[in-house]
């Protein structure tokens, strides 16, 4: 069965460091990946995705990650943290084979907060 | 920007009283979700649709009932809330086969008092 670990439950880093956000997954193949971000109070929005191809992917608000199928793992990074990134991210995983009625896989999260 | 709407955004309720949470999507997805999520908690599957008249139970047992009678429209149910009923709902929706990709709308914290 599928699954995704994120092994950190809450980080903090201070404004203007660089940001590495953990994610690992089980599959047998290599599935579709996501972060999706979560400010407070309100829904996820997709920051980025991997589906196939250039395995370092770029995102919105200055996020990428990378893919490296080696250690099953999918990584978010931003060089340069502003105050308006603390939320929490999530990853998550979609089995690509899984026919229509596929459902994704989110990790337990990350909560990330900024100090100035 | 995707167009799926919540309604209401809060709600606080006493017990006992029957809730309607309002979800639609302006993008004419099939597939819809409900997800459950307690205050910096992972996200929790409930109830899903592949589409009209189609609705399925998520990973998460819940007491509550959704309906799909129209392709934009995915109404979740509560007929007797209670206090463990108290958490955010997530609605979301998803157009493309197999990718995985959902867009979510912005939630709905009920509290029932």
């Known amino acids: 069965a599928q699954s995704v670990t994120q092994p950190d439950i809450h980080i903090t880093v201070s404004e203007g460091a660089s940001l590495e956000l953990r994610c690992n997954y089980s599959y047998g193949a290599t599935p579709y990946l996501f972060w999706y971000v979560q400010s407070p109070g309100q829904g996820l929005q997709l920051l980025l995705k991997?589906?196939?191809?250039?395995?370092l992917v770029q995102g919105i608000k200055g996020f990428e990650a990378e893919f490296k199928r080696s250690q099953s793992s999918f990584n978010l990074r931003k060089p340069s943290v502003h105050w308006s990134d603390a939320a929490e991210y999530f990853c998550?995983?979609?089995?690509?084979?899984?026919?229509?009625?596929?459902?994704?896989?989110f990790g337990t999260g990350t909560l990330l907060a900024v100090q100035p | 920007e995707a167009d799926i709407y919540q309604t209401p955004r809060y709600l606080v309720i006493g017990t006992g009283k029957k809730i309607t949470l309002e979800c639609s999507q302006t993008?004419?997805?099939?597939?819809m979700y409900w997800y459950q999520q307690d205050p910096g908690m992972e996200l929790h599957l409930i109830h899903y649709s592949y589409g009209v008249n189609s609705t399925e139970k998520g990973d998460l047992s819940s007491e509550s009932t959704v309906s799909r009678i129209r392709t934009e429209h995915f109404p979740l149910t509560l007929e007797s809330a209670r206090p463990s009923h108290t958490s955010q709902y997530l609605c979301?929706?998803?157009?493309?086969?197999?990718?995985?990709?959902?867009?979510f709308g912005e939630g709905s914290r009920l509290t029932v008092l």
């Open positions: 979301a929706s998803s157009g493309q086969p197999n990718t995985g990709e959902l867009f």
């Open positions: 991997y589906f196939s191809g250039d395995t």
């Open positions: 998550a995983v979609v089995n690509p084979y899984g026919g229509a009625t596929n459902k994704l896989i």
């Open positions: 993008m004419g997805h099939d597939k």
